[in-house]
Every structure is written in structure tokens, then in C-alpha cells.
Nanobody, 115 residues
């Protein structure tokens, strides 16, 4: 059974940083591309960042490019999202995801950017 468990969310002031982690289990993590999505209240889910199975290639939404960094540790089955220069509009539930036969989702972690 595929399991994705996020951690690291919280309340941060504008301009601050947070690092999200996603612990993966139940599949061969190193074989699959992974992604981070987010969903703000009243808005559709948005792809934030994606990374290839070996970590050699990444891509980002225009809204986070230059501020967020996606990475992975295949030895530890962990996906990460380093978020810097956070803005109030980054407030959302952040979820990690992978397509392993079908799209799988974690439970999400809340990120709130507010003074």
C-alpha cells in the first residue's frame, strides 16, 4: 500500500522559510517522479513543483520559481520542499503526490503565512 506522509507545515511570517518533508513507503520510491501540490481555500489544486525519479530535473510553477526548491533523498525515501521568502499568497494545504499505477496523495500539511 502506497503511503505518503507530509510534515513540516506551520505558521510563518511573510519573508520567512519552511521546509516540508514527505515520507514515502509501499513502493520503490527511486523509480517514480514526485510532485508537490497546494490548495488554498476556495481555489483549485495547483502543481507547485515536480522532480524526476533520480532528481536530475525539476520544474516549478511561475508563482514559486526562485523561492522554492524541491529535492529528494532516494536512500531515505523522502521528498522535500524548501520554501523561502514566503508570501501570504503561499498559504495553502501542501500535499505530496506520485503516480504509482494511479495518482496517490498524502494527507497534506497546512502552511499559513501571516504576520
Amino acid at each position: 500500500q502506497v503511503q505518503l506522509v507530509e510534515s513540516g507545515g506551520g505558521l510563518v511570517q511573510p519573508g520567512g522559510s519552511l521546509r516540508l518533508s514527505c515520507a514515502a513507503s509501499g513502493f520503490t520510491f527511486s523509480r517514480y517522479a514526485m510532485s508537490w501540490y497546494r490548495q488554498a481555500p476556495g481555489k483549485e489544486r495547483e502543481l507547485v513543483a515536480a522532480i524526476t525519479s533520480d532528481g536530475s530535473s525539476t520544474n516549478y510553477s511561475n508563482s514559486v520559481k526562485g523561492r522554492f526548491t524541491i529535492s529528494r533523498d532516494n536512500a531515505k525515501n523522502t521528498l522535500s520542499l524548501q520554501m523561502n521568502s514566503l508570501k501570504p499568497e503561499d498559504t495553502a494545504v501542501y500535499t505530496c503526490s506520485g503516480f504509482v499505477g494511479r495518482r496517490w496523495w498524502g494527507q497534506g500539511t497546512q502552511v499559513t503565512v501571516s504576520s
